[in-house]
């Protein structure tokens, strides 16, 4: 663990009005990298966010052997010519997702890559068993060794029809790294479809694979034996998007978020109407959102794209304790991802955790006992006394911010790092819509 010495001091109930311009989106900046490394040539990336899981993501990649180059501070040429190790290693204590992605993505150029057993953020169990299995269909041997996953091959991976158990977004990512260069057809079926998923295969297409995509969830590959570097523009954060709605509209403020395009926000945008919120386009990459109304409760179910973003659910449930009546919350995608509520209680919000799912709705939960349905009780009148929150993971940091940002004085936020992971200086950012907020 990395020490917490850092805290944001957040006084609350200031106007939350201004711009703010979001990074290229981290879920698929840290792929880019990755698919990168399945060229011959030099991959230039632009748009790469300057945010702390894109430093470590880096930092792995260039332990392998491979020469980046920083252009500016959101430009990057990744050289994958000199890697030259498969045994990835964490810097510092530090961790993220993207060594489980290197298995696939290190498989074609050595005949054994080994990994460190990674958990990533407290949410839930996050097994890796669709990964494993995927390896093993391409002819791959997975096993758990001292130091990690290990992953072995003898000869060309061989192209397979493989169905996901779930629309897992990393295990689709790892089928297509393995895919594009295996030998023959994959079929993946049940793929995720995320709009990261569809920018990491152009990506993928502008390197030279062959990938066909349908209306619905089966991607075909047709693998070819060597690809070259490409050119990619990282799309702006959906996730950060989302968040910046929340807060502008719990805070009956009004904020212009730049640098996204807005079809990437899909059933957000409704749900956000529905309960009160109100927004305009102000180009192919701007939108402003705001408070339209009176805030109404309302159901949202988590879901695999086009669904509701399990990233969306935290700032939007802060959103919701301003309804006024009884919201619901059913998390389908992670196990466990409500652990952050008891912290907004403490601030003043009511909200209630349950096991089961709710009436007339059921899940792939259903009966196992996980913490997966929220209901939310507004509209309560946050306070905050000065009283100290501590992030538990990245997206329950921004969901804390907006918090504060609504409550009456200083609220103490610890944790930081976390949320800085993955949105880089974000004080920066709040300071821009007038946030009284410092790290301290
Ligand atoms: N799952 C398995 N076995 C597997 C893989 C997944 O059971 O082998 C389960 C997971 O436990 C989970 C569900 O399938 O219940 C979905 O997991 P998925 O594989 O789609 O998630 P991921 O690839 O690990 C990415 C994002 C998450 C985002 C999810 C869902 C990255 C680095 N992470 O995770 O982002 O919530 O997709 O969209 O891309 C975040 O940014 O804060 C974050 C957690």
Known sequence: MEEQTSMYRIHGGSEITGSITCYGAKNFATKAMVASLLGEGVTRLCNVPPIGDVNLS?????????????????????????????????????????????????????????????????????????????????GAEVEMGEDGYVARKTGRLQGTRLSLPYPSVGATENSLFLAVKAEGETIIENAAVEPEIMELITMLRGMGAIIFTGPGREIRVVGVSQLSGTFMHILGDRIEAASWASLACAADGEITVKGIRPETLGNFLSYFREVGGGFR????????????????????TTDVYPGFSTDWQQPFAVLLTQADGTSLIHETVFDDRFGYLEALNTLGAETEVQTTCPERESCRFKGENYPHTAYIYGKTVLEANEKTIHIPDLRAGLAYIIAAAITEGAVYVTGVEEVERGYGDIVQKLQNVNLDIERV
């Open 281 to 300: 386009l102000e180009s192919e990459h701007s939108i402003t959102f705001y408070r339209e109304r009176e805030l109404t409760p309302t159901s949202v």
């Open 58 to 138: 880096l930092e792995m990649i260039q332990s392998l052997g491979v020469n980046i180059e920083h252009v500016n501070e959101t430009e990057i040429s990744i050289d994958p010519s000199s890697l030259s190790t498969s045994r990835v290693v964490l810097p510092e204590h530090r961790s993220n997702r993207i060594p489980v992605l290197l298995l696939g993505g290190l498989l074609h150029t050595f005949d054994e890559v080994v990994v460190p057993n990674v958990s990533g953020d407290k949410i839930g169990k996050r097994p890796i068993d669709f990964h494993t299995q995927a390896l093993r269909q391409f």
